[in-house]
């Protein structure tokens, strides 16, 4: 997903400051929603939303990130039509 991103900010005329915003909103979201899936994975939690662990809280947190992130993508490309 996020390297077909890179061809998406390609056609975006936003400044590169924004783009650059975006794109770490992006990897961040990622990386809380990874580090939420290797914390479950460590303690051996089965099911993180019945167990509402710290994985599962730390995976929440990254939603949003990835959200704006891919909203200002997508505002951009949709910009360039």
């Known amino acids: ?39 479950n994975w460590v303690q051996g939690v089965e099911d993180g939303f019945a167990e509402k662990s710290l994985g599962y809280w730390i995976s929440s947190a990254g939603t949003p990130l990835v959200l704006v992130g891919a909203g200002i993508v997508c505002y951009g490309v949709v910009a360039a039509l």
């Open 1 to 39: 997903m996020l390297l077909a991103l890179t061809v998406a900010v390609g056609f975006s005329p936003l400044s590169a400051g924004v783009e650059t915003a975006a794109a770490a909103l992006l990897v961040g979201g990622v990386a809380l929603f990874d580090t939420g899936l290797t914390i």
